[in-house]
Nanobody, 125 residues
């Protein structure tokens, strides 16, 4: 059983920055990967970034490379998504998710088992 608690969303102007946090409350050793996925109104949920618990391998979607960074603090059981140079098209509900995700599937929504409730990110032009 894994519980995920997101924080850090909000409203920002284009070019600004936000940092999302995901606290992972884990009661088993089931999850090996934590990802951030987003969904804008009327659009499919898409993977943004992911990080593997052991070894720290990271994956970023092409649309955010060079702007977003994912990291983890294992001592705090927290995963961060640093978002810089934000664009209006980054506006979405951002979800933290966890699971035993195989390499190569990190940006696939269906690969994750546990989900947070989401945090809204709004970028105005």
């Amino acid at each position: 059983q894994v519980q995920l608690v997101e924080s850090g969303g909000g409203s920002v102007q284009a070019g600004g920055s936000l940092r999302l946090s995901c606290e992972v409350r884990e009661y088993t050793g089931s999850r090996t990967c934590v990802g951030w996925l987003r969904q804008a109104p009327g659009q499919e949920r898409e993977g943004v970034a992911a990080i593997h618990r052991y070894g720290g391998k990271t994956v970023l979607a092409d649309s955010v490379k060079g702007r977003f960074t994912i990291s983890q603090d294992n001592a705090k059981n927290t995963v961060y998504l640093q978002m810089n140079s934000l664009k209006p098209e980054d506006t979405a509900m951002y979800y933290c998710a966890a699971g035993a995700v195989p390499f190569g599937d990190e940006l696939i929504s269906g690969a994750y088992t546990w989900w947070g409730e989401g945090t809204q990110v709004t970028v105005s032009s």
